[in-house]
């Protein structure tokens, strides 16, 4: 059984920073690319970001290109997501999660649809002010 933990969300005002983190339990995490979704209330949970097993393969939402970083430290089994120049609509519940797949490697190959992952973190509230 894999657990996800989110931690380091809170209140923020517009144009400022926070960083996510996710730790993953299992001797596995290392064999598993990653994706951060978020969902604000009365809309569909959207895909942030995603990165390869090896962290070496990242995407992102056009939405947070250039401000969100995604990134991994395999000896920490934790997933971080660096988010800087917040805007009022980053608002949202943050969810971690687990690619279905091991091993996928290369940009274009990291899934983007929720379905893609089959294990998901609670969610940590990012809250963005203007």
């Known amino acids: 059984q894999v657990q996800l933990v989110e931690s380091g969300g809170g209140l923020v005002q517009a144009g400022g920073s926070l960083r996510l983190s996710c730790a993953a339990s299992?001797?596995?995490?290392?064999?598993?690319?990653m994706g951060w979704f978020r969902q604000a209330p009365g809309k569909e949970r959207e895909f942030v970001a995603a990165?390869?097993?090896?962290?070496?393969?990242?995407t992102y939402a056009d939405s947070v290109k250039g401000r969100f970083t995604i990134s991994r430290d395999n000896a920490k089994n934790t997933v971080y997501l660096q988010m800087n120049s917040l805007k009022p609509e980053d608002t949202a519940v943050y969810y971690c999660?687990?690619?279905?797949?091991?091993?996928?490697?290369?940009?274009?190959?990291?899934?983007?649809?929720?379905?893609?992952?089959?294990?998901w973190g609670q969610g940590t509230q990012v809250t963005v002010s203007s």
């Open positions: 999660a687990r690619d279905r797949s091991t091993y996928r490697t290369g940009a274009y190959y990291l899934p983007r649809r929720p379905a893609d992952y089959d294990y």
């Open positions: 299992g001797r596995t995490f290392s064999n598993y690319g």
């Open positions: 990165i390869s097993w090896g962290g070496g393969g990242t």
